[in-house]
T-cell receptor, first 113, second 114 residues
Framework: GQQLNQSPQSMFIQEGEDVSMNCTSS?????WLWYKQDPGEGPVLLIA?????ELTSNGRLTAQFGITRKDSFLNISASIPSDVGIYFC?????????????FGQGTTLQVKP | EAQVTQNPRYLITVTGKKLTVTCSQNMNHEYMSWYRQDPGLGLRQIYYSMNVEVTDKGDVPEGYKVSRKEKRNFPLILESPSPNQTSLYFC?????????????FGNGTRLTVT
């Protein structure tokens, strides 16, 4: 099936550092979503992007919908210990109004105090 | 409190013994979906439902069944579980058209098939 390639697979950083992760695909998407999963819980939506080029912030988080509609990135500024978790990108394919949502493989973030 | 509730949270079973994982949402959402999460593979969609009595296959439907007899419930059925179905399962729901109404996830069911 369709795939999203998310990188990096994992990151181990110092508290206070900035973080960047991205998702790419060979297909065009009409929606990009970024989720965070805390240990033992389900993913929770962080940011939703609906237009090519859109740049959206949520506190220390910033995400962008790539101009080509085939990629998206998520930045976290000044990381703190509670940023620890797994971050997933997800997308809905262009010209598609079905219920299929495709997830990336996830980026596991660890923050050292 | 608005939520998606899955049961059980943990389940250990043996190969071939039929099981059902229940999912219920109290938000009157039309859309519901099941995912499995495996290391290095992210979340993969098993089945989804756009409304009552409407279900469709996701990317990995083999070995699973679902039903949507009423809006609030969307059970996942494994008729004859196998060890490769050992995974972390998530149910999710959304108010309507998926692109504009992001998913609310349950807290997961960890299934082990021996």
């Amino acid at each position: 099936g369709q795939q999203l390639n998310q990188s990096p697979q994992s990151m181990f950083i110092q508290e206070g550092e900035d973080v960047s992760m991205n998702c790419t695909s060979s297909s065009i998407f009409n929606t990009w979503l970024w989720y965070k999963q805390d240990p033992g819980e389900g993913p929770v939506l962080l940011i939703a992007l609906y237009k090519a080029g859109e740049l959206t912030s949520n506190g220390r988080l910033t995400a962008q919908f790539g101009i080509t509609r085939k990629d998206s990135f998520l930045n976290i500024s000044a990381s703190i210990p509670s940023d620890v978790g797994i971050y997933f990108c997800a997308g809905q394919l262009g010209r598609s109004n079905t219920g299929k949502l495709i997830f990336g493989q996830g980026t596991t973030l660890q923050v050292k105090p | 409190e608005a939520q998606v509730t899955q049961n059980p949270r943990y389940l250990i079973t043996v190969t071939g013994k039929k099981l059902t994982v229940t999912c219920s949402q109290n938000m009157n959402h039309e859309y519901m979906s099941w995912y499995r999460q495996d290391p290095g593979l992210g979340l993969r969609q098993i089945y989804y439902s756009m409304n009552v009595e409407v279900t469709d296959k996701g990317d990995v439907p083999e070995g699973y069944k679902v039903s949507r007899k009423e809006k609030r419930n969307f059970p996942l059925i494994l008729e004859s579980p196998s060890p490769n179905q050992t995974s972390l399962y998530f149910c999710a729901s959304s108010p309507g058209i998926l692109a504009r109404t992001p998913l609310h996830f349950g807290n997961g069911t960890r299934l082990t098939v021996t």
